[in-house]
């Protein structure tokens, strides 16, 4: 694996699979176990920045500098979807929800979107306060999403309905705890 260009990695669930989306606008799909490339896609321009695989490990998700996502299946690595950007760019921010069905992205904006999966349907637009979103992660019992930036917000899911908001952080990356009492 050339890691001089990578921009964003996902391991499946269950350990087996290393997902890797680099510079060139490359995803590659490979077997930890074998240490073997499995699959390799490549388009134009738009590399991927953010990755995030579903619970079962059938689907990919791959937020994209220009701000469309890609939704993959997996282990054939076949392009299913593209989810328009919403005008923003600069790295797209993805989560899947543990039951797939859902798809919570953001683009460099305060606004997350929720889309059904793998159909892509846009089902809500969740209005945060910060200035744009740069984190995001689903509980793992699906009934809340975290955003992260400048401050946190907790929205229950699926209505999205924001429970909660604190401040003065600098959120990367966010990660919820399998019991769901440390993030």
């Given at each position: 694996?050339?890691?001089?260009?990578?921009?964003a990695v996902?391991?499946?669930?269950?350990?087996?699979?290393?997902?890797?989306?680099?510079?060139?606008?490359?995803?590659?799909l490979w077997?930890?176990?074998?240490?073997?490339?499995?699959?390799?896609?490549?388009?134009?321009?738009?590399?991927?920045?953010?990755?995030?695989i579903s619970?079962?490990?059938?689907?990919?998700?791959?937020?994209?500098?220009?701000?469309?996502?890609?939704?993959?299946?997996?282990?054939?690595?076949?392009?299913?979807?593209?989810?328009?950007?919403?005008?923003?760019?600069?790295?797209?921010?993805?989560?899947?929800?543990?039951?797939?069905?859902?798809?919570?992205?953001?683009?460099?904006?305060?606004?997350?979107?929720?889309?059904?999966?793998?159909?892509?349907?846009?089902?809500?637009?969740?209005?945060?306060?910060?200035?744009?979103?740069?984190?995001?992660?689903?509980?793992?019992?699906?009934?809340?999403?975290?955003?992260?930036?400048?401050?946190?917000?907790?929205?229950?899911?699926?209505?999205?309905?924001?429970?909660?908001?604190?401040?003065?952080?600098?959120?990367?990356?966010?990660?919820?705890?399998?019991?769901?009492?440390?993030?």
């Amino acid at each position: 694996i050339d890691t001089t260009r990578t921009n964003a990695v996902a391991i499946s669930p269950d350990g087996r699979l290393l997902v890797v989306g680099s510079d060139e606008s490359v995803i590659e799909l490979w077997s930890i176990p074998e240490r073997k490339l499995l699959q390799r896609s490549q388009w134009s321009y738009d590399p991927p920045q953010y990755l995030a695989i579903s619970e079962d490990g059938e689907l990919l998700a791959s937020g994209q500098y220009w701000g469309n996502v890609k939704i993959w299946s997996l282990p054939d690595l076949t392009l299913l979807n593209t989810l328009p950007s919403s005008g923003g760019f600069m790295g797209t921010v993805v989560a899947l929800s543990p039951d797939a069905r859902l798809l919570a992205w953001s683009c460099w904006e305060p606004a997350i979107r929720l889309w059904s999966m793998p159909d892509g349907t846009l089902l809500k637009v969740l209005e945060g306060r910060a200035d744009h979103v740069s984190a995001l992660a689903f509980s793992r019992d699906g009934r809340y999403l975290v955003a992260g930036n400048t401050e946190l917000n907790l929205w229950s899911m699926p209505d999205g309905a924001l429970l909660k908001s604190c401040g003065n952080y600098d959120v990367e990356t966010l990660a919820i705890s399998s019991d769901g009492n440390l993030m």
